[in-house]
Protein backbone atom coordinates (compact mmCIF):
# COMPACT_ATOMS: atom_id res chain seq x y z
CA UNK A 1 0.00 0.00 0.00
CA UNK A 2 2.47 2.69 1.04
CA UNK A 3 4.27 1.80 -2.24
CA UNK A 4 1.31 2.78 -4.57
CA UNK A 5 0.96 5.91 -1.74
CA UNK A 6 4.32 6.78 -2.47
CA UNK A 7 3.99 7.05 -6.27
CA UNK A 8 1.03 9.35 -6.19
CA UNK A 9 2.61 11.50 -3.64
CA UNK A 10 3.88 13.51 -6.25
CA UNK A 11 0.67 13.72 -8.24
CA UNK A 12 -0.60 15.25 -5.15
CA UNK A 13 1.82 17.77 -4.62
CA UNK A 14 1.02 19.35 -7.87
CA UNK A 15 -2.38 19.45 -7.01
CA UNK A 16 -1.65 21.02 -3.42
CA UNK A 17 0.50 23.72 -5.33
CA UNK A 18 -2.36 24.77 -7.69
CA UNK A 19 -2.07 28.57 -7.52
CA UNK A 20 -5.52 29.32 -7.89
CA UNK A 21 -6.62 27.25 -5.65
CA UNK A 22 -4.36 29.37 -3.02
CA UNK A 23 -5.11 32.07 -4.17
CA UNK A 24 -8.66 31.65 -3.80
CA UNK A 25 -7.96 30.18 -0.16
CA UNK A 26 -6.34 33.25 0.80
CA UNK A 27 -8.17 35.83 -1.08
CA UNK A 28 -11.97 34.26 0.63
CA UNK A 29 -10.05 34.35 4.01
CA UNK A 30 -9.31 38.36 3.67
CA UNK A 31 -13.21 38.66 3.74
CA UNK A 32 -16.06 38.42 6.09
CA UNK A 33 -16.51 34.93 7.58
CA UNK A 34 -13.08 34.49 5.94
CA UNK A 35 -12.53 31.14 7.52
CA UNK A 36 -16.13 29.37 7.40
CA UNK A 37 -15.50 30.24 3.33
CA UNK A 38 -11.98 29.06 3.11
CA UNK A 39 -13.41 25.45 4.72
CA UNK A 40 -16.69 25.21 2.59
CA UNK A 41 -14.15 25.96 -0.38
CA UNK A 42 -11.93 23.55 0.92
CA UNK A 43 -14.61 21.10 1.50
CA UNK A 44 -15.58 21.51 -2.06
CA UNK A 45 -12.42 21.10 -3.55
CA UNK A 46 -11.89 17.78 -1.40
CA UNK A 47 -15.22 16.15 -2.82
CA UNK A 48 -14.58 16.60 -6.08
CA UNK A 49 -10.98 15.41 -5.72
CA UNK A 50 -11.96 12.54 -3.80
CA UNK A 51 -14.46 11.80 -6.43
CA UNK A 52 -12.82 11.75 -9.74
CA UNK A 53 -10.05 9.63 -8.19
CA UNK A 54 -12.32 7.13 -6.87
CA UNK A 55 -14.16 6.40 -10.54
CA UNK A 56 -10.46 5.99 -11.87
CA UNK A 57 -9.66 3.91 -9.39
CA UNK A 58 -12.35 1.43 -10.00
CA UNK A 59 -12.10 1.57 -13.36
CA UNK A 60 -8.45 0.55 -13.50
CA UNK A 61 -9.05 -1.59 -10.62
CA UNK A 62 -11.95 -3.63 -12.92
CA UNK A 63 -9.93 -3.34 -16.15
CA UNK A 64 -6.57 -4.46 -14.53
CA UNK A 65 -8.37 -7.50 -13.25
CA UNK A 66 -9.86 -8.45 -16.93
CA UNK A 67 -6.65 -7.46 -18.71
CA UNK A 68 -3.56 -6.34 -16.88
CA UNK A 69 -1.24 -6.54 -19.58
CA UNK A 70 -3.58 -3.88 -21.60
CA UNK A 71 -4.69 -2.03 -18.56
CA UNK A 72 -0.94 -0.93 -17.95
CA UNK A 73 -0.35 -0.41 -21.06
CA UNK A 74 -3.33 1.87 -21.45
CA UNK A 75 -1.91 3.89 -18.57
CA UNK A 76 1.29 4.27 -19.77
CA UNK A 77 -0.58 6.24 -22.90
CA UNK A 78 -2.99 7.89 -20.27
CA UNK A 79 -0.09 9.34 -18.76
CA UNK A 80 2.00 10.19 -21.86
CA UNK A 81 -1.12 12.30 -23.54
CA UNK A 82 -1.41 13.96 -19.78
CA UNK A 83 2.72 15.11 -20.12
CA UNK A 84 1.53 16.39 -23.90
CA UNK A 85 -1.34 18.44 -22.51
CA UNK A 86 0.70 19.70 -19.34
CA UNK A 87 3.78 20.78 -21.69
CA UNK A 88 0.95 22.48 -24.07
CA UNK A 89 -0.71 24.14 -21.28
CA UNK A 90 2.52 25.82 -20.18
CA UNK A 91 3.18 26.85 -23.67
CA UNK A 92 0.02 28.47 -23.69
CA UNK A 93 0.09 30.05 -20.13
CA UNK A 94 2.97 31.39 -20.97
CA UNK A 95 1.43 33.10 -24.57
CA UNK A 96 -0.87 34.41 -22.69
CA UNK A 97 1.29 35.98 -20.14
CA UNK A 98 0.79 39.94 -19.44
CA UNK A 99 3.31 41.93 -21.18
CA UNK A 100 5.83 44.46 -19.77
CA UNK A 101 3.74 47.29 -18.78
CA UNK A 102 0.27 45.62 -19.58
CA UNK A 103 -2.02 45.36 -16.74
CA UNK A 104 -3.17 41.64 -15.46
CA UNK A 105 -6.21 40.41 -17.34
CA UNK A 106 -9.16 40.65 -14.66
CA UNK A 107 -10.42 36.70 -13.70
CA UNK A 108 -12.75 34.98 -11.62
CA UNK A 109 -10.15 35.19 -8.78
CA UNK A 110 -10.91 38.99 -8.99
CA UNK A 111 -14.31 38.76 -8.37
CA UNK A 112 -14.21 36.20 -5.12
CA UNK A 113 -14.29 39.31 -2.09
CA UNK A 114 -18.25 39.28 -2.38
CA UNK A 115 -18.55 35.65 -2.69
CA UNK A 116 -20.85 34.44 -0.27
CA UNK A 117 -20.77 30.50 1.56
CA UNK A 118 -23.00 29.16 -0.77
CA UNK A 119 -20.80 30.14 -3.71
CA UNK A 120 -17.39 29.55 -1.98
CA UNK A 121 -18.44 25.32 -1.79
CA UNK A 122 -19.76 26.01 -5.33
CA UNK A 123 -16.42 27.35 -6.25
CA UNK A 124 -14.44 24.64 -4.56
CA UNK A 125 -16.23 22.11 -6.30
CA UNK A 126 -16.09 23.98 -9.31
CA UNK A 127 -12.92 24.33 -9.51
CA UNK A 128 -11.86 20.74 -7.97
CA UNK A 129 -13.84 19.44 -10.87
CA UNK A 130 -13.32 21.87 -14.13
CA UNK A 131 -9.53 23.10 -13.73
CA UNK A 132 -8.24 20.97 -16.69
CA UNK A 133 -4.64 20.58 -14.46
CA UNK A 134 -6.58 18.85 -11.56
CA UNK A 135 -8.51 16.03 -13.81
CA UNK A 136 -5.00 14.50 -15.25
CA UNK A 137 -3.49 14.41 -11.66
CA UNK A 138 -6.52 13.20 -10.02
CA UNK A 139 -7.46 10.62 -12.57
CA UNK A 140 -3.67 9.70 -12.80
CA UNK A 141 -3.39 8.98 -8.98
CA UNK A 142 -6.79 6.94 -9.10
CA UNK A 143 -5.36 4.86 -11.74
CA UNK A 144 -2.28 4.31 -10.18
CA UNK A 145 -4.12 3.14 -7.00
CA UNK A 146 -6.37 0.31 -9.16
CA UNK A 147 -3.16 -0.83 -10.88
CA UNK A 148 -2.10 -1.65 -7.63
CA UNK A 149 -4.29 -4.23 -6.45
CA UNK A 150 -4.95 -3.05 -3.12
CA UNK A 151 -7.84 -4.35 -0.81
CA UNK A 152 -10.56 -1.74 -0.37
CA UNK A 153 -9.65 -0.99 2.87
CA UNK A 154 -6.28 -0.03 1.53
CA UNK A 155 -7.50 1.79 -1.05
CA UNK A 156 -9.75 4.12 0.80
CA UNK A 157 -6.91 5.15 3.20
CA UNK A 158 -4.82 5.51 0.17
CA UNK A 159 -7.31 7.66 -1.70
CA UNK A 160 -8.06 9.44 1.49
CA UNK A 161 -4.50 10.24 2.05
CA UNK A 162 -3.89 11.39 -1.37
CA UNK A 163 -6.79 14.19 -1.10
CA UNK A 164 -5.33 15.23 1.92
CA UNK A 165 -2.13 16.01 0.75
CA UNK A 166 -3.80 17.58 -2.07
CA UNK A 167 -6.03 19.72 -0.20
CA UNK A 168 -2.83 21.29 1.68
CA UNK A 169 -2.83 24.30 -0.38
CA UNK A 170 -6.17 25.64 1.21
CA UNK A 171 -5.75 23.68 4.35
CA UNK A 172 -2.48 25.32 5.24
CA UNK A 173 -3.39 29.05 4.53
CA UNK A 174 -6.86 28.02 6.64
CA UNK A 175 -4.55 26.92 9.76
CA UNK A 176 -2.48 29.66 9.97
CA UNK A 177 -5.15 32.32 10.03
CA UNK A 178 -6.94 30.19 12.69
CA UNK A 179 -3.84 29.85 14.85
CA UNK A 180 -2.78 33.44 14.11
CA UNK A 181 -5.95 35.41 14.23
CA UNK A 182 -6.04 39.38 13.35
CA UNK A 183 -2.09 39.55 13.48
CA UNK A 184 -1.86 37.62 9.76
CA UNK A 185 -4.11 39.78 7.75
CA UNK A 186 -0.98 41.78 6.62
CA UNK A 187 1.04 38.87 6.04
CA UNK A 188 -2.09 37.73 3.52
CA UNK A 189 -2.62 40.91 2.00
CA UNK A 190 0.98 40.48 0.60
CA UNK A 191 0.45 37.17 -0.06
CA UNK A 192 -2.77 37.88 -2.52
CA UNK A 193 -0.29 40.64 -4.49
CA UNK A 194 2.59 38.22 -4.77
CA UNK A 195 -0.08 35.69 -6.25
CA UNK A 196 -1.46 38.05 -8.27
CA UNK A 197 1.43 39.64 -10.10
CA UNK A 198 3.40 36.06 -10.26
CA UNK A 199 0.15 33.59 -10.99
CA UNK A 200 1.37 33.24 -14.80
CA UNK A 201 4.93 32.50 -13.50
CA UNK A 202 4.11 30.09 -10.55
CA UNK A 203 1.53 28.38 -13.26
CA UNK A 204 4.20 27.72 -15.80
CA UNK A 205 6.74 26.00 -13.73
CA UNK A 206 3.97 23.74 -12.36
CA UNK A 207 2.79 22.83 -16.07
CA UNK A 208 6.23 22.04 -16.96
CA UNK A 209 7.61 19.87 -13.90
CA UNK A 210 3.94 17.73 -14.33
CA UNK A 211 4.42 17.38 -18.26
CA UNK A 212 8.09 16.48 -17.14
CA UNK A 213 6.83 14.07 -14.70
CA UNK A 214 4.17 12.69 -16.63
CA UNK A 215 6.24 12.18 -19.85
CA UNK A 216 8.89 10.24 -17.66
CA UNK A 217 6.01 8.10 -15.83
CA UNK A 218 4.49 7.31 -19.71
CA UNK A 219 7.90 6.65 -21.64
CA UNK A 220 7.86 2.88 -20.52
CA UNK A 221 5.33 2.03 -23.24
CA UNK A 222 8.45 2.29 -25.69
CA UNK A 223 10.30 -0.48 -23.80
Do not use: H
Amino acid sequence: MWTAIGETLPLAVGLALSPAAIATAVILLLGQVGKLKTTLFGAGWFVALLVLATIAELLVEAADAAAPAATEAGVDVLQLVFGALFLGLAVLAWLKRPREGQEPRKGILDRLDGLSTRGALVMGLAQGFLVIKNIPLAVGAGARLGEADLARGEAAVALLLFVVVSSLGVLVPLGVAAAGGERLQPALARTRGWLGANMTAVTVVVLVVLGAYFLGEGIGLLD
